[in-house]
């Protein structure tokens, strides 16, 4: 990696106490959320059927009160520390929670709702014979439909709708499950590697075309991480990062620039952040002294083969620690990845910053 990549990257750690002392210059925007467990805030709490739940200890360490919220973390995650820099006091709640308290429903739509389900993938199959049931991103879509249906019997206009989901920002991140999935022969579709990807990449494209027929102009996006380097995946690579994996990974960030690309060409307005999650996290990796990490292989809570739940250990300095799990980052991780979200160069965010995505000041 360039030393004016690794520059550009320090001095988003150097921003830190300037970005949490500054004050947002305009509205905060409504932001809709879609995808994983890495930006869940409690959705699968509201399916009682699932096997993929955080609602335990020791999850939620260091939230407010040590409360386990559903959060695959020791406290706020990715979603929770993007929103926070955009200057909302909370995350926007689950769709499902809404749901359940109709009197609240219409009063928190207009700022926003959290779709993403732990264990979804692109594809309507990933995560559903793991974990029984999850949202897949097709079906959290779908439940946006509604959000935006209610939002036009109060505008009574459609033209109205529109106008309010311009400004809105649309927050997503997935595809790691489908890549796990497959790697581990979980009822793989009878694909190769190539048939594979190109059926991943076409249905994520239509799921981005319908949520631009829906509605969404401002799309915040990011590829997946390094999962070939998480302790699951170095569990079963006798403790390296697992080749395949990475090489997934990497495959998908390149073809999510080029479908950006087609896409921002062929919609009018759209406009996006592409995040390389790849890129930022094996940037801590290699930096991990400079960025306060003393741990980058192990599982916080629990191990590679063991889940983090009321019955594992767990370290005491988690912010010195890539990893919470198996599979997540720790909040510390989450609100470094953020603060690069929101201020970094072309080399981790393009073609532009989420700051420069939503015309905000931090």
Known sequence: MSKRNISCFLLVLVSLLAVALAEATTEPPAVYVFGDSTLDVGTNNYIPECLAKADFYFNGIDFPYSEPTGRFSNGLNTADEIVR???LRRSPPPFLQLVNDPSTFRKNILKGANFASGGSGILNST???QYRKVISMGDQIQQFSTV???I?????????TDAILSK???LISVGSNDIFEYLLNITRPPMTIPEFNATLVSTYEYHLKTLYELGARKLGILAVPPIGCTPFARARANGNCSEPARQFAQAFYTEAVALLEKLSSQLPDLKYS???TYLMTTSMMENMFAFGLRDIT????GNGTYPCNQTASFCSNRDEYLFWDQFHPTQRVSELAALTLFGGSESFVAPMNFSQLLGVNI
Do not use: K, V
Request: hydrophobic share 45%.
């Open 168 to 170: 809105a920002f649309f």
């Open 274 to 276: 592409l995040a390389n």
């Open 152 to 160: 036009t019997n109060m505008t009574a206009s459609d033209a109205a």
């Open 85 to 87: 820099l955009l200057g």
């Open 298 to 301: 192990s599982a916080c809570c």
């Open 127 to 129: 995560g559903q014979y």
């Open 148 to 150: 935006r249906s209610n």
